[in-house]
């Protein structure tokens, strides 16, 4: 069964905190995972993608894969106000004809 | 550049009448798709094109019915909808499926918002 996880929030933070958004999967086999931003009515806004496990960094952001546990996660430092949105956690499924499975999303608020 | 565009933004359409819905890109992009989203849910995948060819369909209802007139547009009819198909439809590409095993990025375009009365 495809599943992809994630704590729906919300999650409340200071400004200037650290975010953390966690996702696990349940397909061992995946080996391509996302993160996409979402603002309220808008659509889905690539923030990071992870392929190896480990951290990668882009800017205040980090993201983490462990696929032994299968658990992904992205750090967002320094949060600001226009961080405020829905994180997605997205996961391929099914090989080579596989599509990608979204998480419910959690939804992310940063308190000024 | 990573833009997807679509139109309409907003739709608003009888249960009786026949509308498309369009998206383009300008990316060289070889793999498109429709993903259908409602409030406060994930977006959920209806079709995958790979090189202008239907390659995935996700068990969708005939009243959606895609087309990949080239490899830079992708259209969805729609015909005889229901009130429970209002929900905002997105469009992505990517460059490929895949790529070295790995699953291609893919980006999304800005969505039309369809309401079905």
């Known amino acids: 069964q495809k599943e992809v996880e994630q704590n729906s929030g919300p999650l409340s933070v200071p400004e200037g905190a650290i975010a953390s958004l966690n996702c696990t999967y349940s397909?061992?086999?995946?080996?391509?995972f996302f993160w996409y931003r979402q603002y309220s009515g808008k659509s889905p806004e690539l923030i990071m993608f992870i392929y190896s496990n480990g951290d990668k960094e882009d800017g205040r952001f980090t993201a983490q894969l462990n696929k032994a546990s299968q658990y992904v996660s992205l750090l967002i430092r320094d949060s600001q106000p226009s961080d405020s949105a829905t994180y997605l956690c997205?996961?391929?499924?099914?090989?080579?004809?596989?599509?990608?499975?979204f998480g419910k999303g959690t939804k992310l608020s940063v308190k000024p | 550049d990573t833009e997807v565009t679509q139109t309409p933004k907003h739709l608003v359409m009888g249960m009786t009448n026949k509308k498309s819905l369009k998206c383009e890109q300008h990316?060289?992009?070889?793999?498109m798709y429709w993903y259908k989203q409602k409030a406060k849910k994930p977006p959920e995948l209806m079709f995958v094109y790979s090189y202008e060819k239907l390659s995935i369909n996700e068990s969708v209802p005939s009243r959606f019915s895609p087309e990949c007139p080239n490899s830079s547009l992708l259209n969805l009819h729609l015909h005889a909808l229901q009130p429970e198909d209002s929900a905002l439809y997105l469009c992505a590409s990517s460059q490929d499926l895949r790529r070295e095993g790995i699953m291609d990025t893919q980006y999304f375009g800005p969505g039309t918002r369809l309401t079905v009365l």
């Open positions: 397909d061992r086999g995946s080996q391509s």
């Open positions: 990316m060289g992009h070889r793999a």
């Open positions: 997205a996961v391929n499924y099914g090989g080579s004809q596989g599509n990608l499975i």
